[in-house]
């Protein structure tokens, strides 16, 4: 069982910054990608960023050249790093992270979420 824990959320003004933290316990396992999703409003959860265990990464569009995701594969440990914030970034960001063992991959777990909300 992979247990996943985001820190790090606030309120910030616009072209502000912050940096969300993410920790997942894997236990025996090995913790695979590990990724940032975000939900305004409505039920539809938006990738944010994607990063692998080897570090190659990728951002939706909205978020490229502001955001940036990184690890740390001893701790995992994920953070996103994410600067000139708009109000449009405003939403619950959520940590994820998928967990391998030598019998495959399982689906990832998934954080309480943090909220972050970007003041105009």
């Known amino acids: 069982q992979v247990h996943v824990v985001e820190s790090g959320g606030g309120l910030v003004q616009s072209g502000g910054s912050l940096r969300l933290s993410c920790a997942a316990s894997?236990?025996?396992?090995?913790?695979?990608?590990m990724a940032w999703y975000r939900q305004a409003t409505g039920p539809q959860r938006e990738l944010v960023a994607r990063?692998?265990?080897?570090?190659?990464?990728n951002y939706a569009d909205s978020v490229k050249g502001r955001f940036t995701i990184s690890r740390n594969n001893v701790k995992n440990t994920a953070s996103l790093q994410m600067n000139s914030l708009k109000p449009d970034d405003t939403a619950v960001y959520y940590c994820?992270?998928?967990?391998?063992?030598?019998?495959?991959?399982?689906?990832?777990?998934w954080g309480q979420g943090t909220q972050v909300t970007v003041s105009s």
């Open positions: 894997g236990g025996k396992f090995d913790i695979y990608d």
């Open positions: 994820t992270a998928q967990a391998c063992s030598a019998f495959g991959c399982y689906n990832p777990a």
């Open positions: 990063i692998t265990r080897g570090g190659s990464t």
